[in-house]
């Protein structure tokens, strides 16, 4: 792991906690700390972007018409078929616009954490519009709140309920129970395992079956049959009676008990505990220390779980400053810190994800609700390696930038003796980029 040579203060706050500095970007080592707290804000996507209740319907309204459609022997139009791909990178776009034009990208890149944390899987044409609408309109909104209200927002969002299965998940002793609709137990496994608790949390298989219980009838309006849109709670799915949860009563009625459970979970010391660590991993070390997590659980602790506060001892603390570069850039981390700082005129979309998939992190791709890696582990290996070089290459030439320009901002006085003179002695301007790219200190943050 290759180490500051002089610790740049500026250096470290871009790539450490963002995604690297802009093509012309100059900060003064004193000002990182301030200039991290500015960029503290709520992520802001594209206006012109639709909303989940718009998707949920437009979705709703073409598969009824292609049910119709097909029923008479026709198709649906490619405009309507490709509808879902279309917005999904219409999202991506937006995205990938806003943080290479940014001054600031760690509210980026802490949404990047929580859309892992969080995280669901495109596998169908609604999930691939619902997808990217679960980070604009409910991890965006509650990033820098409290992390029980972000919880609730991400629980009650259809892309979470459908892609766990419990838009269908009724009581065994409720009316729509009694009729032989099961109750499914995935999101609320999930919430304990991943989301809440982690996996060492002290929960047991009955404290699934009671959470899984107590957020029955949690589900997903149909636009064409209920007349309306987003979250709905379905009474008659609901199982009655009391749940118990890690020891504790819960007598609410109807969507109330859910709520109940999810906010205990919210506030529980474990929860505490697994989501510094997580946060702590992310932007410091793979193995973050003992001492560090303490200081995140102090803040959280002491502000009710504001993720903000949680942010700002993170960088208050002195290990967020170390020399030592710790972390190795996941593909998503790689490809946004080179794009900052090369300032392609343009870039689609489809290119970028392809790209990412190439590189085996395609957005909404992770199979798994435990989201991608987040460790050196991951995405530290001769292929993987093989096809960041590859990458590399044909972006610095058809990128043609003053290599001696880029090194100064992207490591300014952090660069090795042995990187600067292979980027300065590099037989053109597009081999001393691809070199500086791959090199060590822009490899790992």
């Known amino acids: 792991m290759p180490a500051y040579n ?44 639709p909303s989940t209740e718009t998707l949920l319907l437009n979705i709703a309204n073409n598969r009824a018409e292609k049910k119709r459609l097909k029923a008479a022997g026709k198709e649906l139009d490619d405009d309507k078929k490709r509808y879902p791909r279309q917005q ?95 109750m499914n137990e995935n999101l609320a496994r999930e919430i304990l395992e991943l989301h809440t608790l982690g996996v060492d949390g002290g929960y047991s298989q009955t404290d699934v079956i009671e959470l899984a219980k107590g957020i029955t009838g949690w589900s997903v309006a149909n636009p064409n049959k209920d007349k309306t849109t987003g979250f709905r709670f379905r009474a008659s799915g609901h199982e009655p009676g009391r749940r118990e949860l890690l020891g504790s009563n819960y007598r609410q009625a109807g969507v109330k008990q859910g709520e ?108 798994s609700p435990a989201g991608y890696g987040d460790s050196q582990a991951d995405w530290l290996g001769s292929r993987a390696l093989m096809a960041r070089i590859d990458w590399a290459t044909l972006v610095a030439g058809r990128y043609r930038r003053n290599a001696d320009s880029l090194l100064q901002t992207a490591l300014a006085d952090s660069a090795s003796q042995r990187t600067y003179q292979m980027v300065n002695r590099a037989e053109s301007r597009a081999q001393a980029t691809t070199l500086l790219l791959m090199s060590p200190e822009f490899q790992w943050r």
């Open 260 to 367: 109940a459970m999810l906010v205990a979970l919210a506030r529980h010391p474990a929860t505490r505990r697994h989501l510094c660590t997580k946060l702590a991993r992310h932007f410091i070390a793979d193995e973050p220390s003992e001492a560090l997590i303490q200081q995140l659980e102090a803040a959280w602790q002491q502000s009710g779980g504001e993720i903000k506060q949680v942010m700002l001892a993170l960088i208050d603390s002195d290990e967020s400053w170390r020399s030592e570069r710790q972390k190795f850039k996941t593909p998503q981390e790689f490809l946004y810190s080179s794009l900052r700082l090369l300032q392609p005129p343009n870039l689609p979309a489809k290119k970028f994800v392809a790209t990412l998939k190439q590189l085996g992190q395609q957005p909404y791709s992770a199979g």
């Open 88 to 182: 999904n990178f219409a999202f991506v776009e937006d995205q990938l616009n806003t943080i290479l034009s940014a001054e600031h990208t760690i509210q980026w890149r802490l949404l990047a954490f929580f859309a892992n944390h969080f995280s669901v899987t495109a596998q169908n044409d609604l999930m691939w519009v619902l997808a990217p609408a679960l980070e604009r309109d409910a991890i965006a909104p509650n990033l820098l709140g409290s992390f029980e209200s972000l919880l609730m927002a991400v629980v009650k969002h259809p892309a979470m309920l459908i892609y766990l299965n419990n838009e269908r998940s009724f009581g065994p002793n409720s009316k729509l129970g009694r009729r032989g609709k099961g």
């Open 6 to 49: 002089q610790t740049n203060m500026a250096v470290i706050a871009a790539n450490r906690f963002g995604y690297g500095f802009r093509a012309g970007d100059n900060l003064a080592p004193e000002q990182a700390q301030a200039w991290l707290k500015q960029g503290l804000i709520t992520p802001q996507f594209g206006k012109q972007l």
